[in-house]
């Protein structure tokens, strides 16, 4: 626990919160001359026994619960790396959900034109995979550059994805379909992910994959055989980022290298030089 961090952050939170904006009035008890909620009002606000928050910001409550963090989170207007931080200071991780039920659903329009810069075929989608963002160079790897709405749902169940993601059976969907279930533990209320898994399960070949699914693979870095749609057979290796205003939102870069066998060296990891 970092205790100094924890009680900076809630302070500071806390303080731009007005009392009034809750039907509760400025304490003016002498010595009182913080701006914000009380520490005693914010207990009655989330009906918690005295003392409950004050523990929370002195770092005096060991492994707080995490239904007290998030009442706490929302209250005080946190936004998702406000979060993140809150649980980084309070048990040392990351915490296992997002804040807000829309965050990672959206990303500045910005990171369109950041896509569109990019050489290699780029895109961003967000936390259920949908389709945020694409550069011109990903859409020509469709027929008629018919780009897919859903990732996750075109690669584990588009007939057309099981021609384009080369030897798909066993190069694609065995570290595909496992990102789909790992991500559903994580959050069983996405709606659009609980129909994909759907649909998956109803679906002979995809659904014995996906039973079988064992560990999430990141694909950071992965190489995979692809029959692109203009440039033919050939192979791409990956590249994956976060935006951090999204968390579960993910951009992909794909490097393709064309022939039917991989006849480029991989890359060496890179490095920083200490000095």
Same mark, same amino acid.
């Given at each position: 626990?970092?205790?100094?961090?924890?009680?900076?952050?809630?302070?500071? /939170?806390?303080?731009?919160?007005?009392?009034?904006? @809750?039907?509760?009035?400025?304490?003016?008890?002498?010595? /009182?001359?913080?701006?914000?909620?009380? *520490?005693?009002?914010?207990?009655?606000?989330?009906?918690?026994?005295?003392? =409950?928050?004050?523990?929370?910001?002195?770092?005096?409550?060991?492994?707080?619960?995490?239904?007290?963090?998030?009442?706490?989170?929302?209250?005080?207007?946190?936004?998702? *790396?406000?979060?993140?931080?809150?649980?980084?200071? !309070?048990?040392?991780?990351?915490?296992?959900?997002?804040? +807000?039920? *829309?965050?990672?659903?959206?990303?500045?329009?910005?990171?369109?034109?950041?896509?569109?810069?990019?050489? @290699?075929?780029?895109? #961003?989608?967000? /936390?259920?995979? +949908?389709?945020?963002?694409?550069?011109?160079?990903?859409?020509?790897?469709?027929?008629?550059?018919? #780009?897919? *709405?859903?990732?996750?749902?075109?690669?584990?169940?588009?007939? %057309?994805?099981?021609?384009?993601?080369?030897?798909?059976? @066993?190069?694609?969907?065995? &570290?595909?379909?496992?990102?789909?279930?790992?991500?559903?533990?994580?959050?069983?209320?996405?709606? =659009? &992910?609980?129909?994909?898994?759907?649909?998956?399960?109803?679906?002979?070949?995809?659904?014995?994959?996906? +039973?079988?699914?064992?560990?999430?693979?990141? &694909?950071?870095?992965?190489?995979?055989?692809? +029959? @692109? %749609?203009?440039?033919?057979?050939?192979? #791409? =290796?990956? !590249?994956?980022?976060?935006?951090?205003?999204?968390?579960?939102?993910?951009?992909?870069?794909? #490097?393709?290298?064309?022939?039917?066998?991989? /006849?480029?060296?991989?890359?060496?990891?890179?490095?920083?030089?200490?000095?």
């Amino acid at each position: 626990m970092d205790k100094p961090a924890l009680r900076s952050l809630l302070r500071e /939170r806390r303080a731009l919160i007005k009392p009034e904006s @809750h039907g509760l009035s400025r304490p003016t008890r002498q010595g /009182r001359r913080a701006p914000g909620l009380s *520490q005693a009002q914010i207990d009655q606000i989330l009906h918690r026994a005295p003392d =409950t928050y004050g523990r929370l910001e002195s770092g005096r409550y060991p492994n707080p619960p995490a239904d007290l963090l998030q009442d706490v989170a929302r209250l005080l207007g946190m936004n998702e *790396q406000e979060w993140i931080a809150l649980w980084r200071y !309070c048990l040392g991780q990351d915490p296992p959900f997002p804040l +807000n039920s *829309q965050s990672g659903e959206e990303i500045p329009g910005v990171w369109q034109e950041a896509v569109d810069g990019i050489g @290699h075929m780029a895109y #961003v989608n967000d /936390r259920s995979w +949908n389709l945020l963002a694409y550069n011109d160079r990903w859409s020509e790897m469709f027929p008629g550059g018919q #780009v897919p *709405q859903n990732t996750m749902r075109w690669m584990a169940l588009d007939p %057309g994805a099981r021609e384009t993601l080369t030897d798909w059976e @066993h190069s694609w969907a065995p &570290l595909v379909l496992p990102q789909l279930r790992a991500a559903l533990a994580a959050d069983p209320t996405d709606e =659009t &992910l609980a129909q994909i898994e759907k649909e998956v399960l109803a679906d002979p070949l995809a659904a014995g994959i996906y +039973n079988r699914a064992s560990a999430y693979l990141h &694909l950071d870095g992965d190489e995979r055989p692809l +029959n @692109h %749609g203009a440039l033919g057979p050939g192979w #791409v =290796t990956m !590249c994956a980022a976060q935006p951090m205003a999204a968390p579960g939102a993910r951009m992909i870069i794909l #490097v393709f290298h064309a022939g039917e066998k991989r /006849r480029h060296t991989r890359t060496p990891m890179l490095r920083a030089k200490v000095q």
